[in-house]
């Protein structure tokens, strides 16, 4: 596990186990595109060992965010993964009786986002007034369509409307500011989230199209933050030769990279690249790519990364 804290204006891994009482912190839960790691039909080499040896950290893009005061938590999509991932958020949290976060906030309608909210239904927990914060084409998509619609009648799950750029202010220290990003909105917009704590604060974008497409500019965006935990499904465009790269627009690595290389350390030292697909060599810590990755400055989220708010 490792543990990013700011300090002088450079980030350093504390290899320690608690932070001080009463802190808030940020979890990665996941850091997989949406169909998992391995996929469903692949047959290349990324995919082989894992079917005879799975790796139980391979999960789908998922945060959690625990305000240890409070003794409160919150989930950052709902993968096909949420069930292990609460179990995790759960021996975080430290509460022994507590099961379910006190919401779960959603980006869009892509299978990775959103479809865990299946385990809340009568088929599984059958959970009751479950909060899930949603922009107002993601809360129609799940009030008018089947099954998520009976999560709805059934009161499995509240939907908490959110508005772009209007914060939502979950008590006295901590703030979720729900923000537009180009993708592919067949069903639903698609946002990412700025994420404050009493000192803090974390940019969460998992998908995003192309950065130029965007209508902010990232490195301003950075800027503005302690920690940048961004889409970087594709490392470069050789992982998907098999399809048409205009069907799937995501910044790869390698684009991101040169987009911030001119950067300072202490601001590339922010940047966590996230929702990695099944494909991205990036997800192997020991590849060749990882090493490049770490050299020039940037880091890849891994699963119990934990970030002081």
Known sequence: ??????????????????????????????????????HIA????CCKELILHPDINRKVVSLGLIDESSQTSYLFESTPDMPAQLKNLKKHTGIASKELPDGIFITHAHIGHYTGLMYLGKEAMNAQHVKVFA???????????GPWSQLVNTHNIDIQSLTNNVPVQLNASIKITPFLVPHRDEYSET????????????????????????????????????????????YDKEEINNR????????????????????????????????????????????TQTQIIKQNGFHVGRINDEFEL
């Open 42 to 45: 692949c047959r290349k080499s």
């Open 191 to 234: 946002v990412g989230y700025l994420i404050e704590g009493p000192h803090k604060k974390v940019l969460f974008i998992p998908d995003i199209d192309k950065w130029e497409k965007w209508d902010k500019n990232i490195i301003d965006e950075l800027s503005k933050v302690d920690f940048a935990l961004i889409d970087a499904t594709f």
């Open 135 to 145: 922009m107002p084409k993601m809360k129609t998509f799940l009030e008018k369509n």
């Open 1 to 38: 596990m490792k543990k990013f804290i700011l300090s002088c204006f450079v980030y350093f891994m504390i290899p320690v186990n608690i932070f001080a009482q009463g802190s808030i912190k940020l979890i990665v839960l996941g850091n997989v595109q949406d169909a998992g790691s391995p």
């Open 244 to 287: 048409d790269i205009k069907e799937i627009p995501h910044p790869f690595i390698i684009e991101s990279m040169e987009l911030f290389s001119t950067l300072p350390f202490e601001e590339k030292r922010k940047i966590f690249f996230i929702h990695l697909n099944h494909t991205n060599p990036a997800l192997n810590e020991l590849s």
